[in-house]
């Protein structure tokens, strides 16, 4: 079993950059992507950026590239998501997770593709 814990979360002004922590524990991560989702009010929960367990991959879907920056340091065990150019609309409660097979597009896209989520912190982005 993998635990995931998100920290970071607040409230920011619009402009502003956020980064947001998951710290990965239990059944070594290494075997699985962690990826983030965020849910926005009234909206699906959707995934935003994704790292795969090998050094260097990382995935972001072409609507979320320009302002989200994932990272994974596999020796703390923390996968970092950065925010940058803050709008309202990112206002959200932003979920780790992790999947396997560790397959971005998978976590990222599929209904089986996570295995393991976190509770959720809550991002809110004033004008």
């Known amino acids: 079993e993998v635990q995931l814990v998100e920290s970071g979360g607040g409230l920011v002004q619009a402009g502003g950059s956020l980064t947001l922590s998951c710290a990965v524990s239990?059944?070594?991560?290494?075997?699985?992507?962690i990826a983030w989702f965020r849910q926005a009010p009234g909206k699906e929960r959707a995934g935003i950026a994704c790292a795969a367990p090998w050094r260097g991959r990382t995935y972001i879907p072409d609507s979320q590239e320009g302002r989200i920056t994932i990272s994974r340091d596999d020796a703390s065990n923390t996968v970092y998501l950065q925010i940058e150019s803050l709008r309202p609309e990112d206002t959200a409660v932003y979920y780790c997770a992790a999947g396997r097979p560790a397959v971005c597009i998978v976590v990222l896209t599929s209904e089986y593709g996570v295995n393991y989520w976190g509770k959720g912190t809550q991002v809110t982005v004033s004008s």
């Open positions: 239990g059944h070594t991560g290494e075997d699985y992507a």
